[in-house]
């Protein structure tokens, strides 16, 4: 904190925490809060995980009954939100909060108590979705919710309906600020073309973010409306379409796939070039490739319908586009590759989980163009086949490329390095444990094994059910690993091996500061001029091509001329957390068709906001600072 | 952790887990046959999807085995070696030449992909037309499939049966309570060997192409998640010569027996349709027992001909004795359903040990064959 | 927020881009509603379709609301001119009319439902009333925000430099003018005609 | 108090005001809007016949633009915030479009 003095005025005055339970709880530092973020998806990880588990355990045999039809539909419904919405969604949240503004070198998001706001409100959406199990049952309508199955009065779903709108509200917020972050706080001379990938794949997935959203909110209002209101969207006996809920899910439903692995993407192409010692191959067409996944992205939305109730040229047409959208992907997969080629790769931890990625993310690939052979697709779809393929696109993918930053950005964290020898443990029981969960499902699906059923049927036959005992030996595999991993994260942070601020001699702006992270992030704003920033503070290229270092000290000299600047930080805020709490009345009201707790839910989310404009500022509005003139050069005022 | 449980749950299954990891990589190799096998198809509408995806397998194993040699080659190529001088790797930014091959090469193969792929979607589709053609609807209900045969005026369920080389047009919709879309909801009708799956929606209709090459019993399942007992509704698919599909039909047309009087059998039919108080089971089953009566169908399955299924309740059960018994006693331990709820299922009817001896002699009585 | 001495990458007011970004996202949420409406315009199931609708009556609340946009942007222009006192009393006129055309709504929804226009009649019912009932929503929400601007500007909270408050608030507003005008011409306007032909 | 504040104005913000429409430009704006409304009205109780409704969607649009140009500053601002408008107007578009005609023109029952 650079200024102490709390303007005391108003209906309260500002939080001044900077240690202890309280500076977590009031806290705007993007930091703070991607590492909340990172803990409590920990938590929820653990939860879908447990689920897993439990679904697992009841498929191990054939005509087991371990759990009841009912607990097992609940079961495999929360597995199915717990760990899009809970998990992968919000870990890539937990790495926009803490790297956005580091790479892009900025002090902090645009929006920092809206920021903290989009953390309460995941948090609070979560617990509200759990709280079903206490409250007569979880959703047990899987995780897509087709109406009219989802408006039935027994199904649960008012809590699946309200409980991921409000989910939806945190990332919508999140993905405006990181939106306006991206565009409005590049530090200066960091050009669009000089953006780390990292950061051009969170633009593309919060833009992504920002379109999908409002159509899934749509779809769950419908939902709620018909299920707790009596409305008629989804009911074919007044002549409702069951169809169209699924075209407004997926239309959400496939960019959502993007969102969840467009994130690891650019984690991988962080990691790529600094375990290969050199920069990322075709950069531009990384990116380009990236963001056309992007927008094609939201023409493909009917191939999770091609056995619904579409016609033969929506059938064509879409498979075409969906074939389409192979073409960026391959590209990427290429390029990742061959920024290997002649590279001299250390084989970290980190790179360890890139290079699977690349190749656990390739299968899911190759069996994604399988589904759009639409006439075999009516084979595959819905069955364990289709399992298979997205846990290799999500877990394979997604989650290795996330837990690989998770390795990778630890000493930026903590200044700390996370043990490599428990890590390599970690990424190979992971591998195994992964392939032996996923790979037979392949084959199960194929072999007739529908999904979302509550006891593996006998009639399937032994082969099917030994794939099916080798997929829950491999959740053995994978709890044992995810021991491991915990262990290592807590035995790390509390007495890993200090890592220094650069320990992987890294490319990007991140590095440049001092590890742990200052609060401030940057004493001096850097002024950019290459892409890979750092890199080149450190190494220049010789005529051949080849990086050789430039003498020790030179990494400050861009910056030698540049004066000890006023540091502004965001002031710490109890009214996100305040205000949040106003979706637990608002989300229970919705569910048992309540209006009394809608509008206490309402009142208290206004009161919240006008807390919040209210609140005194340390340093005085945005547009009317109280302190002394901004240093020379800046202008004044947000424009 | 939670599987080491399941191994108290018999010596013979753990038998059979130990083999079955012996023999697991013959499994891997040997496409295995079995009933319910989308490798295996058995009639044209399931083989031509087949004969798209091979293919393209073999394509994308092709691709497999070049992008997975290209990482371990460059992984091992390229590892630092304990000798490096501690030097940096040339520092190469890109290759549009090669940019451009890894862009067009797939899309080309995509390209070639997409022909008979869209070919293959119409093929599927369209109505295979002629006069041999039979045509049975299908309405998925929660939770069992019931088939309508209109040129023959038959109901049935579960199990359906059709001539051999003979296509068979599925009009398909789902629906609950009364027989109206009303509280339907979406279920897919999947016989893997025969065809894909197609969906079925409350207040829609689709449609699906099927035929079987050879006389079996195919399995199938209802294949989009339909709520509590979703893995309960199986489908059969019983082919038969064409000889033996017109006796059936015969058999089908035949109203069912009335029980001679003073039996228990008559007992048990007095029983079907009233059961004192208590919602008898007329009023949802059809017996169809006279020729001029039109036969029509209820919320539950049809009757007439029970004991020419070899399954009951979805499927599930074997018609025995035995089961048919356990089933009116207590059907949602047979099976779960929501009856008290939302009405969708069979009740509980509370019956007495003298009506279940009565009822479960008159249903025994409904077989064709006697 | 760092905006106000940190100079913005593209030179923009972080919190209109915020503003903008989040009206282009709106679009996609009003967009589902309105074609869930238009897929619904004969799904009445028995009961009372678009004929229902009292066009005159609508047209003067639509054109309150439209008049609204005229009064806020005179609001803000006020603001931008350092004029506080003139600035409030736009802010008031347009919440006002907001209010007016609330009342409308409320008077309308109470006429249809006397007419057997509930919304479980059918999917048109209630694809209607959730569609401008999310938009009344949002006259409600912009209303709450134009009188915290009105308070707060009397508190000596908005000073009379930060009309990018008013302008802000001001972007809202017309945004939810704007899909008024769209909702007035699509789902009355043209249903009606088109019936009546 | 508005006195004490005022010459902080200069200093600070919008270098976008000398563009600014003057409030009798705002009037006139709203004079047409309010012409076009009437005209919008008048389909109702006068007979088009087929020109109706294509003329009202053009009268939407036109109010739209005027709205969104003058009324928010499209006109005279940064094109970055119409761009963000308009890249969600015309996804919404083609989406909503494309998912109606599959769902009036393609669904399987018509096959």
Known sequence: MSSSTVEKSGFSGRPKGESGIGAWLTTTDHKKIGIMYF?????????????????????????????????????????????????????????????????????????????????????????????????????????????????????????????????????????????????????????????????????????????????????????????????????PGTGGDPVLYQHLFWLFGHPEVYIMILPAMGIVSEILPVGARKPLFGYAAVVFAGAAIGFIGFGVWAHHMFTSAIGPVARSAFALSTMFIAVPTGIKIFNWVFTMWGGKLRFTTPMLFSIGFISMFTIGGLSGVTHAIVPHNAQQHDTYYVVAHFHYVLFGGALFGLIGGVYYWFPKVTGKLMSEKLGKVHFWTWLLGFNLTFGPMHMSGLLGQPRRTAVLPGELGGTVEIYNLLSSLGVVVLTVSALVFLFNLIASIKGGVPSGNDPWDARTLEWLTPSPTPYENFPIIPTVTHRDEFWHRKYAEDDAGKAIPVPAGAAEDHDADAEPEHIHMPDPSYWPLVQTLGFFPFGYGLVYGNFWLIGIGLAWLVIGLYGWIIEPLAEGDDDDPVDEPARPGARAGAH | MRETRQTRAGSRRRTRTVTGIVVLASLLLAACSGEQNALDPAGPFAQGPHDLIVPVAIIAAVVFVLVQGLIIYSVIRFRTRKDDDGSLPVQVHGNTRLEIVWTVIPAVILAVIAVPTVQGIFEQMDDPGGDDVLAVEVIGHRWWFEYYYPDYDIYTANEMAIPTDTPVRLEMTAADLARSPEQGVVHSFWIPRLAGKQDLVPGQTTFLNMQADEPGRYLGQCAEYCGLSHVNMRARVEAMEPADFDTWVEQQSTPAEVPEDGTLEADGRELYNDLDGRQACASCHQVWEDEGDARAAGQGPDLTHLLSREEFAGAIHDMTEENLRDWLEDPNSMKPMQYEVNGIGMPDLDLSEEELDALVAYLLTLDPES | MAAGVETTTMGLDHRKLGMWTFLGSEFLFFGAFVSAYLLYLDTTAGGPGVEIFDIPFTSISSFVLLMSSLTMVLAHHAHAQGDLRRMRLWILATAGQGAVFLGGQVFEFNVFVREGLTISESPFASSFYVLTGFHGMHVFVGILLLMSVYVLSLIGKIKPTQHVKTEMIGLYWHFVDIVWVVIFTVVYLIPEIAVLE | MSSTDAPEQASSTDEHDDHHPTPRQYVNIAVVLAVLTALEVSTYFLDFGVIAIPLLVILMVVKFLYVAGWFMHLKFDSRVFGRMMYTGLFLALGLYALAIIVILFDSATIA
């Open chain 1, 39 to 235: 803990f409590t998806v920990l938590v929820f990880f653990a939860l879908g995980g447990a689920e897993s588990g439990l679904i697992r355990a009841q498929l191990a045999q054939a005509e087991q009954n371990l759990l009841t039809e009912e607990i097992y539909n609940q079961v495999f419904t929360m597995h199915g939100i717990t760990m899009v919405f809970l998990v992968v969604m919000p870990l890539s949240a937990a790495f926009f909060n803490y790297l956005i503004p580091l790479m892009i070198g900025a002090r902090d998001v645009a929006f920092p108590r809206l920021n903290a706001f989009s953390y309460w409100v995941y948090l609070f959406g979560g617990i509200f979705l759990y709280s079903s199990f206490l409250l007569g049952g979880a959703p047990n309508g899987s995780w897509v919710g087709y109406a009219p199955l989802s408006t039935d009065a027994v199904s649960n779903m008012a809590f699946y309906a309200a409980g991921l709108n409000i989910v939806g509200v945190s990332s919508l917020a999140a993905a405006i600020n990181f939106i306006v972050t991206i565009l409005n706080m590049r530090a200066p001379g960091m050009t669009f073309m000089r953006m780390p990938v990292f950061i051009w794949m969170s633009l593309v997935t919060n833009f992504l973010l920002l379109f999908a959203l409002p159509i899934i909110a749509v779809a769950l209002f419908m939902l709620n409306a018909d299920a707790v209101f009596g409305a008629q969207f989804f009911e």
